[in-house]
């Protein structure tokens, strides 16, 4: 996890984002930094690679604008979901709770993910899942502060349809009314009831034209529980898997191209692993899993529901010096090196890091993701899916 200069250096530049720099902005994007410096302690960045991370990223963030009220309770906390005003209100008042609890992070997490009209563990797959990473982090690394910001976003994140689509009544379902997540996948990809629903492009921020379409809404609730969750640990590992296949075989034939959006899945789901073992109760292990899984499903749709053809990362030939997870790094670590004081891609390196801890607890030997992580370091030169002009596009069903 890094030397003991990093963590220093980490504490430090995380302390000083947690104070100076609001976690959303006014442009509906939020400030990333502490799960890039937490990502470079990972990969046992140095401090002058966390300096210049900080330093690349601190101009463009605002600071924070006071609240129209304070939050003094669970009853104010569940007033004002999903409200960005409030993010300032959010942040003091879990901060006062950590305060409270003596800084027992744990528990500050517990007291308020699994309680309450609305417990925010709903909240944790609000902003493409950002509560989840910063939540993961925060108990990895041992940091209260991540803890509280993770709160926070799950709070001014807070997705009402999403909450509504976990907490659907369903009917007991049989085992064989179960399938597996490629299988899900298949089916949803031609089914009508998404057809034409994107009229934006692809984009997460276009999710918002899926909820408001009931037809679609129902879809995904019945998808949803396709998955059989009744064994978290080996439905996380299902997930794995096909999460490379969402990130490394989804563009057209010899025209290699890696979605920004669809990126993010193999690192939700590292942050599931982590956080599984959190959660004692089967209940609350089953919203993690079911909800990460919807995660999958809306950024599958709102990617406008590429083809997934696995041959396209099997058919990847590993460089013989590279088949090692050690090769890998070193070579990521030399390439994205600082240079002239700024990193480079810090997406990038997330997801080589989720996909290296998920193939060290895959039952099948991490071949898989190894071979992803040769497939990034090889063929990735930019990411696509966010309607750049003149970039590479997935193989996309007319």
Not at 205 to 230: E, P, W
Not at 236 to 257: E, F, I
Not at 261 to 280: D, Q
Request: hydrophobic share 40%; glycine share 8%.
């Amino acid at each position: 996890m890094g030397h003991n200069s990093s963590r220093a250096a980490f504490d430090g530049f995380l302390a000083k984002t947690h104070v100076e720099h609001a976690l959303t902005q006014p442009d509906d994007s939020h400030n990333d930094l502490p799960t890039f410096l937490a990502t470079a302690v990972f990969l046992d960045g140095t401090p002058d690679d966390l300096r210049a991370i900080y330093e690349s990223q601190q101009s463009r963030l605002l600071s924070w604008s006071p609240s129209p009220e304070n939050i003094t309770d669970k009853e104010g906390r569940a007033q004002f979901l999903g409200d960005e005003r409030f993010q300032r209100a959010y942040l003091t008042y879990f901060s006062m709770e950590n305060g409270r609890m003596a800084g027992n992070a744990r528990a500050l997490a517990m007291s308020h993910l699994l309680t309450g009209a609305k417990p925010l563990i709903y909240g944790l797959f609000g902003g493409l899942g950002r509560p989840l990473i910063f939540l993961s982090d925060g108990m990895e690394l041992r940091t209260a502060v991540m803890v509280v910001e993770s709160l926070t976003l799950a709070a001014v994140d807070w997705t009402e349809p999403i909450y509504e689509i976990l907490t659907s009544p369903q009917a007991p379902r049989q085992a064989q009314d179960f399938f597996l997540p490629g299988e899900i996948i298949g089916r949803l990809a031609y089914d009508g009831r998404f057809s034409g629903i994107m009229k934006s492009g692809p984009g997460f921020s276009g999710v918002t034209q899926i909820f408001t379409n009931m037809a679609a809404k129902a879809a995904i609730v019945d998808y949803l529980h396709q998955l059989d969750c009744r064994d978290p640990i080996d439905t996380l590992q299902d997930l794995s898997r096909y999460s490379v296949l969402l990130l490394c075989a989804t563009h057209k034939p010899s025209a290699p191209a890696f979605d920004f959006y669809l990126s993010y899945v193999p690192t939700l789901i590292n942050s599931a692993r982590v956080l599984l073992v959190e959660f004692e109760e089967p209940h609350h292990q089953v919203v993690l899993i079911r909800g990460l899984w919807l995660l999958m499903i809306l950024l599958y749709i709102t990617q406008l529901r590429p083809v997934v053809d696995p041959e396209l990362l099997y058919s990847v030939s590993m460089a013989p010096q590279n088949l090692s997870w050690g090769g890998i790094l070193e070579q990521f670590q030399r390439r994205d090196a600082v240079t002239q004081g700024a990193p480079r891609d810090m997406q990038l390196l997330r997801t080589l890091r989720s996909l290296w801890e998920l193939g060290k607890t895959d039952g099948e030997g991490g071949r898989l993701h190894l071979q992803a992580a040769w497939k990034l370091f090889s063929q990735w030169t930019k990411w696509t899916g966010r309607e750049g002009e003149r970039e590479e596009t997935l193989n996309i069903r007319i």
